[in-house]
């Protein structure tokens, strides 16, 4: 199968394990942050190509320290560790959606959130993070706040993120359709 996606898709493996991506050659000082949007119905297929990278990467590169965080899972953990899980599900079949988003704006705050991502990754010990599950955790976690709040703590590791939408280069349109009108500093990982 070759279609746009696919030979987006095949861009990334030797992309993201080159030298002069792993050490942030040509960026300027900015912080090595990468999104690879892409189109929402498309979900399925890139997840696909994330376990091939996370297969494959270390037959190309075995000394690469390479952590996955998918959000979803990362908040699901969350939420058990503090014992809200399942008062979560309680919540939201008794009081609906709006009330559950509200009670776990605290809990999932970004700034709170990124710091239990760093502390699941450990930026220091690894040469690359992927980022996939955006689409799973929206409405709880605005993809723009988290990165922001990521950009002071992840140093010089390169961070790669799987996003169900668009990307212009300054704002994020979730699946397409949610825009942000929050200006955000990344690079497309491929056009």
């Known amino acids: 199968m070759s279609d746009r996606l696919t030979d987006r ?4 493996l030797p992309k993201i394990i080159s030298e002069d991506f792993l050490s942030g050659k040509g960026l300027g000082n900015e912080i090595a942050f990468y999104i690879f949007d892409y189109l929402p119905e498309e979900e399925l297929r890139v997840r696909d190509h994330v376990r091939f990278l996370l ?3 270390p037959k190309q590169k075995p000394d690469l320290r390479v952590a996955h965080v998918n959000l979803f899972d990362l ?5 058990k560790e503090r014992n809200l899980l399942d008062r979560s599900f309680q919540m939201q079949r008794q009081k609906g959606d709006d009330a559950l988003e509200k009670a776990l704006r605290s809990p999932l705050k ?3 959130l990124a710091q239990i991502f760093v502390d699941f990754i450990q930026p220091a010990e690894h040469d690359l993070v992927l980022v996939s599950g955006v689409g799973s955790v929206w409405p709880l976690i605005r993809t723009h706040s988290l990165l922001s709040n ?3 703590v ?5 961070l790669v993120m799987f996003y169900p ?3 212009d280069g300054q704002s994020l349109r979730l699946f397409g359709r949610i825009k942000t009108d ?3 500093r990344a690079f497309k990982l491929v056009p």
């Open 9 to 12: 898709l095949n861009e990334i």
């Open 55 to 57: 297969e494959h990467i």
């Open 75 to 79: 908040i699901i953990d969350h939420l």
């Open 110 to 112: 970004a700034e709170k």
């Open 150 to 152: 990521l950009h002071p």
């Open 154 to 158: 992840m140093k010089s590791t390169p």
């Open 165 to 167: 939408g668009r990307y």
């Open 182 to 184: 929050h200006y955000y």
